[in-house]
């Protein structure tokens, strides 16, 4: 969510909630067909009946398109001079440092959303990545975020796998 919040902060600056057509997430100049469909397929998601809003769509959108964004092509480089960059205040951070670590978090998150066996998955290092990011948007947030977790005491905790 502070990610998400972070870029739609930047990209939705002084834009209405609603009608959606009056926002960055629909707008051909800003995003690739790719970001656009993504979107559309968040809309049609939303509950029907529901209000059509800027930060219902935001909250709906998958966690790959805002991974997407920062992917190492040109396809959203200006983008990244221009306003995402902004996202990340607490440090000269470059798209290239984002890269990697989000598609990263990206798998892990898939494969908790899957119920996949977390016991031989590298857990402390995406806890590391999402915590670096976070410090990046927000360090108050960063370090909430860090006394919360108890991820080091499970892990510490985690059963040995034997090695067949």
């Known amino acids: 969510m502070l990610?998400?919040?972070a870029i739609d902060a930047q990209l939705g600056h002084g834009q209405p909630q609603k009608p959606l057509e009056q926002t960055w997430l629909v707008d051909f100049s800003l995003l690739q067909p790719q970001g656009i469909k993504q979107v559309i397929t968040a809309v049609e998601r939303?509950?029907?009946?529901k209000e059509i809003t800027r930060a219902r769509v935001v909250a709906g959108v998958s966690f790959g398109f805002w991974a997407g964004l920062f992917e190492n092509s040109n396809r959203y480089e200006e983008l990244w001079r221009q306003r995402?960059?902004?996202?990340?205040?607490h440090e000269a951070v470059m798209?290239?440092?984002?890269t990697q670590p989000l598609r990263?978090?990206?798998r892990f998150r898939n494969r908790l959303a899957h119920h996949d066996c977390l016991l031989s998955q590298a857990?402390?290092?995406r806890v590391a990545d999402?915590?670096?990011i976070a410090e990046y948007i927000d360090?108050?947030?960063?370090s909430w975020m860090a006394a919360q977790s108890e991820v080091s005491a499970v892990v510490a905790a985690k059963p040995e796998i034997p090695v067949a």
């Open 104 to 106: 990263l978090i990206q």
């Open 123 to 125: 857990v402390e290092p």
């Open 139 to 142: 360090p108050d947030a960063s």
């Open 130 to 132: 999402m915590l670096r």
């Open 84 to 89: 995402l960059r902004k996202a990340f205040p």
């Open 3 to 5: 990610l998400r919040n």
């Open 95 to 98: 798209k290239k440092d984002l």
């Open 46 to 49: 939303l509950e029907k009946g």
